[in-house]
Nanobody
């Protein structure tokens, strides 16, 4: 059974940094593709943030500010977020698929429960 458990969310000020973690079980992070999505308070569709398998991919709004990485020993995926902005406020979700690393949320099979990130100005 696959489980993805996010942690590390919280309330920060604009310009701060925060690191999210996604502990995976039932799959192998890096062999399977891992991704982060986010959903804003308006309840709009989930936005692609980043993904990683053999290489990392980023959404345009976070490129050069966020970094996705994998600790294979811990089977955990991280999202290091820097220079945070109020528009980064959202629930951040970890997702996994067997191979897909693109931006289409429907291609990801497994999802975590989400962790809230709030950035104030």
């Amino acid at each position: 059974q696959v489980q993805l458990v996010e942690s590390g969310g919280g309330a920060v000020q604009a310009g701060d940094s925060l690191r999210l973690s996604c502990a995976a079980s039932g799959l192998t992070a890096g062999s399977d593709a891992m991704a982060w999505f986010r959903q804003g308070l308006s309840g709009s569709d989930r936005e692609f943030v980043a993904s990683i398998r053999w290489s990392a991919h980023y959404g345009d709004s976070v490129k050069d500010r966020f970094t996705i990485s994998i600790d294979k020993a811990k089977n955990t995926v991280f999202l290091q977020m820097s220079s945070l902005k109020p528009e980064d406020t959202a629930v951040y979700y970890c997702a996994a698929s067997s191979y897909y690393t693109g931006y289409m949320q429907e291609k990801y099979t497994y999802w975590g429960q989400g962790t809230q990130v709030t950035v104030s100005s």
